[in-house]
């Protein structure tokens, strides 16, 4: 059994790396208009999760094929993403902000990974809000090849602690909801 944890954990970080060729290629073409607030926010606090992590000896693949990916496109949403900050974004940072402020105040690495990936499911929201609106604006084969890999990190979780397991859990939330509006919405709700 921990053969196939450590082949899925390797699996889930590969498959998520993968991922940000397509959708960083879609955003140098203009195809894709990734939300800044998201992407600033998950490239923060992927870093953060990172750290917890590290402390508490449970990282995983995924979580490290996130952290390049994330601060790449992040860079780039800044260049090429929606233009100006809506009341959402502002309201995503303010929450991401309050998060780590919250970790650095109990200064518990498990209580700050569980803060930081429920802001970072927060900060989904200016991104799921793009893609119910303009889902061509949004790659589908970068987010199912993300989702893919969170079955594969799922599947690595040693031990179901937070420490082990949020991570995966919170990126599974939001990888299924992105697939779920890039794959189910634009075919069930007609123009």
Known sequence: ?????????????????????????????????????????????????FAGMLVKHTLNGQVLGAIAGAWTVAILALKYGKPGWSKLDKFCLSGAVLGIMLWQLSGDATFGMATSLSVLILAAFPTFKNAWKNPKEENRLAWTLYWLSCIFAMIAIPKWTIADAAQPIAFTFIETVMVCILWIKPRSIKP
């Open 1 to 49: 059994m921990a053969a196939i944890k450590t082949a899925s954990t390797a699996l889930a970080g590969i498959l998520f790396l993968i991922a940000f060729v397509p959708y960083i290629r879609a955003i140098t073409k203009k195809e894709t208009k990734p939300a800044k607030a998201s992407w600033l926010i998950w490239a923060t606090l992927d870093s953060i999760t």
